[in-house]
Every structure is written in structure tokens, then in C-alpha cells.
């Protein structure tokens, strides 16, 4: 029954046609009753061959065979539509793939080994990560997930923004709480970072150092806040990073790229591209050449360098290290930075489009309509931290995935906090729990159902044949999900799974239909639908997993509902 094999069916009678270039999208219809499978290739293509979208269709299913590929009827249905029945054999075969496959099921070799760098959360090392980087976490986290299941080789990677003014504006915050500890009055930097943390610090350096920093040299005492500060919240940050699950192959600091020459480097490259010329006693860069809005300060009259430039020195780094595929997922307020950075490297004869972007939208954490806030220790916004502690690392990743990044995402508390099937994230775990309940009732292992266990021909059910046809999509779920760079589908796809798996599972309540029961006493047919329940919890499983979950055998509800049963 797989899609591939009705898309080659329907490729085949295009051809027939002389049709040679045409997309074939599939998708099951809505109402079971017209098909297993239905699509509008008919439609789409009839104003280009100046058809009626019906005869067309027509034409196309009188050229496919049926017996072929486990079709049994093709019907055309409107205006142009082509709805496939499929045989229940073809349904069974199928299912076996997924059992056969187990682990490796939704995974496909698309990328072929190919290596890409997804860079994420890429905070300053000036205070506690914030929600906004726990949705970017967990984005960057299953999007590199995403491309290791469709065979990239994905590279994860933190830049740490450990130069530049806000890394002085957090020397200055702590060297002036560091005196406040010492009996100081001290003006606070206007510009200064708040929040408990500093304070912390400051406590720290006054314990490890005394008052050694008041009287000496001011530039080597803000070298000691400086280092101390930086460390310290690169604990903290990794403290988090590690609760959330969210891991690194490297971290990367930008003062490298000083200390290397790496900027000094960069300058003088571009500088002979001629694109480079003084304006207002600063240095720009012609980005206006490569479609930027306008030109850029490269270097600015004091001989600093704006954050453009070691941005563009950062990225060369992935280019040279052999990433030609590289995935910033950064915050929406990036937005400015994309076309100067694109414009930087292709200056540099780096490829146009270089790197990706994939840009998120805020986060609000609300609780019945309003704006929750649970401390100050960060200062005046809701950290990682705060809402892990709360809900969970689970259910917090599922609810930054579950939507578009583009979009602003309101983290409904209330709906986290439940634990009932109203939570999406429990509704999923609680599918997968049920599916391995019936394993254990049965006294079996779950290793023990496999390919060939039973008949899945046998399942002819309309809520069998529904799941099923809902099991085989996970690997086009996952396909589209990576080539958008958006975890959502995924979401969404594992949402409509777990419904169709609940859906099933509890049809079968002796109290409802006893004939629908995985455990009937027919044994042969007990075998077939044991092998669904099979099925449905390898995909659940993979996709909780590749989105970074855990995906749980048993649930206290889950049991609570065995033992009514």
C-alpha cells in the first residue's frame, strides 16, 4: 500500500500520455469512504494541456492496472480526483516493513553522509538562558535530528559571543556589585545587567578574592570579573543545556577568532576584493553589490569591529572545516544580520545562500490568559531554568516544537501542567504506554512480534486499515519535515497518531466491542492485530525519540485503565 508504489503507478500512465515532468502528491482522503488513497495530479496538470481536469483524470486511471501494486480500484471523483483502493494484502505488507524495520523505520539515506553544521542557542555568556533559547534549543536540537534521519551528518555547534561591548557591559555590572558587596557606593552601569545572578558572581569573587581588586589597576580588575563572570554563567548555561538534553559536538568562542587572527585575516581578504572603501573615518563593506539594503561598517572609527565582521571570519571557519552545508537557528531579532552576513561571504566567493537560516519568533509563558513570572534571579525574563523545574523537560520541548517557528508561541502553562490526554505530550506517551500494556497481558515481550508474527491480511477493519494507513506515513513525515527544516510536522503527524491509536485501542473495550479486542480468542486473528499494536508503537517510539523524548512502556493512568478493562 505505500505511496511510492501508487506514485510509479501513476508516473507510468503520465508517461503513457507523454507527460514527462510532473509531481505527484498523495495523501489520504479525509473520509475513508473514498479510498485509501487520492490525488489531484489530474487537476493541476489539465490547464497546462488545455484538458478538462475529469477527462484527464479518466485517462490516467484507465492506464493504471489494477491488481498492480496492490491497487484493486482506481475511481475519478469530482471535478478530477483520483481516489486508490488498496488490497488488504497490499495493507499487510505494509505493516510488515514496519516491524521488519523497527529502529530503522522513517529513517532514509537523502543526505548520504553528507556533513552540516546546525548552529543553535549560540548565547551570550551573560546570564541565564532564557525561554527564548530554550525554544531554540530544542529547535536547533530536532532539526539536526531530523537531518541524522534523512542521512546527513549533522554537526551541532554553540557560538559563544564571549567579545565585544556586552561583554564589557558585564564586567562593569559585576565589578560594580562586586564593590556594593565590599561597602562601596557605586553607581550601577545604566546600561548594566540586573538580576540575582550578578549579584552571585560578585559574591563569588568577593569570597575567592577579598577586596584585592579595589585598589588595583582598573583594566586587570575588569579582566578578573570578566574571565570569573564568563565562566561562571558557561557553567550555569551548560547546566541547563544538559537538564533540557540538548548536547554539543563543539563550542566555539568568538575571542578565538581574535586571538587566531582570524578577523585581522578577514579584513585583509576583503580589502582585496575592492569592494572595501572609508567613509566618516569607518570602514565599510559594498554589501549593496550582493542585494543588502545598504553597505556595512566593518570596522568603526575607533578601529573596533561591529559584530558583522567576526561573523562573517565565524562562518568562513565552517566553510574551510568542510561544512558546504551549514543551518543558524537563531531568534527573529537576527533578521538584520542575514543579508550582511550572505553578502560578507559571497564577497569571499563563498556560495550565495550561505548559510541557512531557520528564524523563531518570542515566546510568552501564560497561565489562564495572563503573562506568567516566577522569579528574578535572570533579571526581568523567564529562564530555561525556571520553566524545566515546572513542567518538565519533556513536555517543555513538545510544546516549543509543536509549532511554526515563524510564529509567536504563548507556552500555555495550564495545558503543560496537565497530565491527561489534553496534553499533546501526554496524549502521545499515553498511546505508546497502552500499546505496550497489551503486550504485557498477553505475556509476551515485545521482541517476540515480529515480521511474519501473523496474517496482517487478516485486518480489515475500517480502524485497522485507518491506523495502518496512518503508521506508513511516518517516513514521508519525516522526509518533508527535514527538508522544511521544521520539526512540527512532526508533531502534528505523532498528535493524529496517537488519536488513531486511542481510537483503536479503546474500540476494543469489552465494554465497547469485544470483537475488536487486540486479545480476542482467535488466535490467528489475536497474531495479526498484535502486530498492529506492534506497529503503532515502533512509530510512536521513533518519533518521540527523534524529537528528543522519552517514550514510556508504563504510565500510572495507562495502568489504572488495564486494570478497569
Not at 475513508?32 to 490516467?60: F, Y
Not at 515485545?446 to 508474527?453: K, T, W
Not at 475500517?462 to 519535515?481: C, G, S
Request: with cysteine; charged share 30%.
Amino acid at each position: 500500500m505505500t505511496q511510492e508504489r501508487v506514485r510509479t503507478l501513476v508516473e507510468a500512465a503520465l508517461r503513457e500520455l507523454g507527460i514527462e515532468s510532473a509531481e505527484v502528491h498523495l495523501e489520504r482522503p479525509r473520509d475513508p469512504a473514498h479510498g485509501d488513497l487520492a490525488t489531484n495530479v489530474a487537476l493541476s496538470l489539465a490547464s497546462r494541456l488545455g484538458k478538462s481536469s475529469r477527462a484527464l483524470a479518466q485517462e490516467i486511471a484507465q492506464r493504471i492496472p489494477t491488481g498492480s501494486g496492490g491497487v484493486t480500484s482506481v475511481e475519478v471523483a469530482g471535478p478530477g480526483f483520483l481516489n486508490f483502493r488498496i488490497s488488504s494484502v497490499a495493507v499487510g505488507e505494509t505493516l510488515d516493513r514496519i516491524l521488519e524495520e523497527n529502529e530503522r523505520f522513517g529513517r532514509s539515506d537523502v543526505g548520504h553522509g553528507e556533513p552540516v553544521n546546525v548552529e543553535f542557542v549560540s548565547a551570550n555568556p551573560t546570564g541565564l538562558l532564557h525561554i527564548g533559547h530554550g525554544r531554540q534549543a530544542a529547535l536547533g536540537d530536532a532539526i539536526a535530528a531530523l537531518l541524522e534521519w534523512t542521512g546527513w551528518s549533522a554537526y551541532r555547534e554553540f557560538y559563544y559571543n564571549d567579545a565585544g561591548r556586552q561583554i564589557e557591559r558585564l564586567s562593569e555590572s559585576v565589578f560594580a556589585r562586586y564593590r556594593e558587596q565590599l561597602g562601596q557606593e557605586v553607581a550601577f552601569p545604566e546600561d548594566g545587567y540586573h538580576g540575582e545572578i550578578v549579584v552571585d558572581i560578585a559574591k563569588e569573587l568577593v569570597a575567592a578574592d577579598g577586596d584585592r581588586w579595589l585598589a588595583a589597576d582598573p583594566a586587570e580588575a575588569l579582566e578578573r570579573m570578566r574571565q570569573h563572570a564568563i565562566s561562571r554563567l558557561r557553567q550555569e548555561q551548560d547546566l541547563d543545556l544538559a537538564a533540557f538534553g540538548v548536547h554539543f559536538d563543539r563550542y566555539f568562542l568568538e575571542s578565538s577568532l581574535y586571538e587566531d587572527g582570524r578577523v585581522d585575516e578577514t579584513v585583509t581578504r576583503l580589502r582585496a576584493t575592492g569592494l572595501v572603501y572609508e567613509k566618516d573615518g569607518a570602514v565599510w563593506l559594498s554589501t549593496t553589490s550582493f542585494g543588502d539594503q545598504k553597505d556595512r561598517v566593518m570596522l568603526k572609527s575607533d578601529g573596533s569591529a561591529t559584530y558583522f565582521l567576526p561573523d562573517v571570519a565565524y562562518h568562513v571557519t565552517k566553510w574551510e572545516r568542510g561544512f558546504r552545508r551549514a543551518i543558524n537557528v537563531q531568534g527573529a531579532d537576527h533578521h538584520g544580520t542575514v543579508s550582511r552576513v550572505r553578502a560578507g561571504l559571497r564577497a569571499l566567493g563563498l556560495a550565495e545562500g550561505y548559510p541557512e537560516y531557520v528564524l523563531h519568533q518570542m515566546v510568552t509563558v501564560e497561565e489562564e490568559g495572563r503573562e506568567v513570572k516566577f522569579s528574578k534571579r535572570a533579571g526581568d525574563y523567564v529562564t530555561l531554568r525556571e520553566l524545566l523545574a515546572e513542567v518538565g523537560a519533556d513536555v517543555t520541548r513538545y510544546f516549543f516544537l509543536m509549532r511554526k517557528a515563524d510564529g509567536h508561541l504563548v507556552f500555555d502553562l495550564t495545558q503543560a501542567l496537565d497530565q491527561s490526554d489534553r496534553n499533546p505530550v501526554y496524549k502521545v506517551k499515553y498511546a505508546h504506554a497502552r500499546m505496550c500494556s497489551i503486550f504485557r497481558k498477553a505475556g509476551l515481550g515485545q521482541g517476540e512480534v515480529g515480521p511474519g508474527y501473523g496474517d496482517p491480511g487478516l485486518l480489515v477493519e475500517d480502524r485497522e486499515r485507518e491506523l495502518i494507513r496512518q503508521l506508513v506515513e511516518f517516513p514521508e513525515v519525516v522526509a518533508k519535515a527535514a527538508q522544511l527544516r521544521a520539526p512540527h510536522p512532526v508533531c502534528e503527524y505523532l498528535d493524529r497518531t496517537a488519536g488513531e491509536v486511542n481510537s483503536w485501542y479503546h474500540a476494543g473495550n469489552p465494554t465497547r466491542d469485544p470483537r475488536l479486542a487486540v486479545l480476542v480468542e482467535d488466535p490467528v486473528l489475536r497474531r495479526a492485530r498484535l502486530m498492529l499494536a506492534q506497529g503503532a508503537r515502533i512509530v510512536l517510539r521513533n518519533g518521540l525519540h527523534l524529537l528528543g523524548l522519552d517514550a514510556p512502556e508504563q504510565m500510572r493512568r495507562s495502568l489504572d485503565e488495564e486494570e478497569r478493562s
